[in-house]
């Protein structure tokens, strides 16, 4: 069945998807069928051989102003765990490639944490970030207070998850939490650029170069740099690191497979 919640173009362009949040009249707020839906879009992408890179956006005015609120509010603890949303928000984590999140207007509580969830954030002039789940009596529950403090350090996290307070992009690009600002205009064209130089690379090295960096936030250095060592050995056993090298060598440009 066709999702509803999101729209989903395997092929935007050579190697690149893209998945674009679609609840417009609630700021693409996250109910839960929106982030089933995603999350078997992203496993689909992931397991196609064609997609080497993914972006992920919401529209101009909201990237999504986070949670389904409504959706939330009369919910009981139990409930919550009983519908475990977590596991959903997991096995976004676990998806191999690429994704960069493109952000456009409003980056809210778990519209934040989901963009942190992506590996890079490209964001539009417009953008807000934010996590004000304290204005509503709660406080973050899917990775801002640990994606957040790791991105910005502890003085801005602290003030932004205790006060509410939304930062924008100028401010989240000093602040370390995005790569790049651009125009209103430009943000999707940017991250599909960026997508572009991404899948002009080994898919197996940069799925494996992904795993290496993601790992820095779980590890001890020793633990992570044994980690990057493992995968660097690993690829000299793919043609890509025979045809890197060999392209290299030649002075022309190497032809990748991810084999
Ligand atoms: N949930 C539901 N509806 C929302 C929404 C949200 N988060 N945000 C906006 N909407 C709806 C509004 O209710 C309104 O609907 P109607 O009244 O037209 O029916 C429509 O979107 C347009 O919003 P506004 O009229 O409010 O638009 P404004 O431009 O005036 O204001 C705003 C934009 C973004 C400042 C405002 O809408 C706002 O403050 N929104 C709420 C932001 C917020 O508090 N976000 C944090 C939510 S808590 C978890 C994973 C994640 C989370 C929790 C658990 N697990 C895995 C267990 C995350 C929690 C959260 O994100």
Redesign the pocket.
């Known amino acids: 069945m066709a999702p509803e919640f999101i729209i989903v173009h395997p092929q935007v362009l050579p190697h690149i998807a893209h998945i674009q949040l679609n609840r417009p ?3 693409n ?2 109910n839960l069928q929106l ?1 089933l839906e995603l999350r078997d879009a992203l496993r689909a992408l992931d397991e196609d051989e064609q997609v080497r890179c993914i972006v992920l956006s919401g529209n101009e ?2 990237f999504a ?8 509010a009369g919910k009981t603890a139990i409930d ?1 765990y009983n ?1 475990d ?2 596991s ?2 997991d096995a976004i984590k676990k998806i191999k490639k690429p994704i960069i999140a493109a952000v456009s207007g ?1 980056a ?4 934040c ?1 989901l963009a942190m969830l992506c590996d890079m954030i490209v964001a539009s002039e417009t953008a807000k970030f ?4 304290i ?2 009596g ?1 406080m ?3 990775g ?1 207070t640990q994606r957040l403090t790791r991105a910005v350090g502890k003085a801005l996290a602290m003030e932004m998850v205790l006060t ?1 307070k939304f930062i924008t992009a100028e401010e989240a690009l000093r602040a370390g939490l995005i790569n790049r600002v651009v125009p209103p205009d430009l943000f999707l064209s940017e991250a599909f650029r960026l997508a572009e130089t991404i899948a002009q690379q080994s898919p197996l090295a940069v799925k494996m170069a992904k795993e290496a960096v993601l790992r820095a936030f779980d590890s001890t250095l020793e633990e992570g740099l044994h980690f990057e060592r493992k995968n660097f050995y690993l690829l000299f056993a793919s043609d890509d690191q025979k045809e890197g090298m060999q392209a290299f060598i030649e002075k022309r440009t190497p032809v990748f497979t991810g084999k």
């Open positions: 009249q609630e700021l707020a996250l982030m005015k909201a102003a986070g949670a389904d609120i409504k959706q939330m919550m519908t949303q977590f959903t928000w409003f809210l509580g778990g519209g944490e934010g996590q004000p789940e204005k509503i709660v973050p529950g899917a801002g509410g």
